[in-house]
């Protein structure tokens, strides 16, 4: 592991930069947020943050960081931190509240442990927007979770409530 080495890390640099390169990511991207209600636009993160990249999160992440051929980061490395930026306030609070309900409706599910997981690796990668499998991985886990809600279930013939006799009905 990185922490029980003394070798150099990427770029030449200790073990660890990798880290530090990603908290400085995560600061950058937060800053724009807030400074950008309207959000960046869906799938420009790769595009615009070249122009708002700390100079030090791109020495740590490339050592021929002043090329501008360098390679630079599709994604922030954190799915809500990239909806924030992409979409905005007003999409971040759409998405929130989205997720709120998802969060609801699996509650009892068997596919609630499978969501969890998929959340908090959402925070430390970007699973939903790089790779099209776990998004409909994470939509098929969603949708079974709302179909096995307690009350979800198709009644059986046999639970279904008939009239006593001698009752009439409306």
């Given at each position: 592991?990185?922490?029980?080495?003394?070798?150099?890390?990427?770029?030449?640099?200790?073990?660890?930069?990798?880290?530090?390169?990603?908290?400085?990511?995560?600061?950058?991207?937060?800053?724009?947020?807030?400074?950008?209600?309207?959000?960046?636009?869906?799938?420009?993160?790769?595009?615009?943050?070249?122009?708002?990249?700390?100079?030090?999160?791109?020495?740590?992440?490339?050592?021929?960081?002043?090329?501008?051929?360098?390679?630079?980061?599709?994604?922030?490395?954190?799915?809500?931190?990239?909806?924030?930026?992409?979409?905005?306030w007003l999409g971040f609070l759409c998405i929130t509240m989205g997720l709120?309900?998802?969060?609801?409706?699996?509650?009892?599910?068997?596919?609630?442990?499978?969501?969890?997981?998929?959340?908090?690796?959402?925070?430390?990668?970007?699973?939903?927007?790089?790779?099209?499998?776990?998004?409909?991985?994470?939509?098929?886990?969603?949708?079974?979770a709302c179909a096995s809600r307690p009350g979800n279930s198709p009644a059986?013939?046999?639970?279904?409530?008939?009239?006593?006799?001698?009752r009439k009905t409306f």
């Amino acid at each position: 592991p990185a922490w029980n080495t003394l070798e150099e890390g990427e770029a030449g640099e200790a073990p660890l930069s990798t880290m530090k390169g990603r908290a400085l990511l995560y600061q950058a991207g937060l800053t724009h947020f807030f400074q950008n209600p309207r959000g960046i636009g869906l799938g420009r993160f790769e595009r615009d943050y070249p122009h708002w990249r700390p100079a030090e999160e791109a020495r740590l992440s490339h050592g021929d960081w002043k090329n501008s051929a360098t390679r630079r980061p599709k994604t922030p490395h954190n799915e809500w931190l990239l909806f924030g930026l992409e979409t905005g306030w007003l999409g971040f609070l759409c998405i929130t509240m989205g997720l709120i309900q998802i969060g609801r409706s699996a509650r009892r599910s068997w596919a609630a442990p499978a969501l969890i997981v998929l959340f908090l690796h959402s925070l430390v990668r970007s699973p939903l927007s790089d790779n099209g499998v776990t998004l409909a991985l994470g939509a098929f886990l969603w949708a079974a979770a709302c179909a096995s809600r307690p009350g979800n279930s198709p009644a059986k013939p046999s639970e279904t409530k008939q009239p006593r006799p001698g009752r009439k009905t409306f």
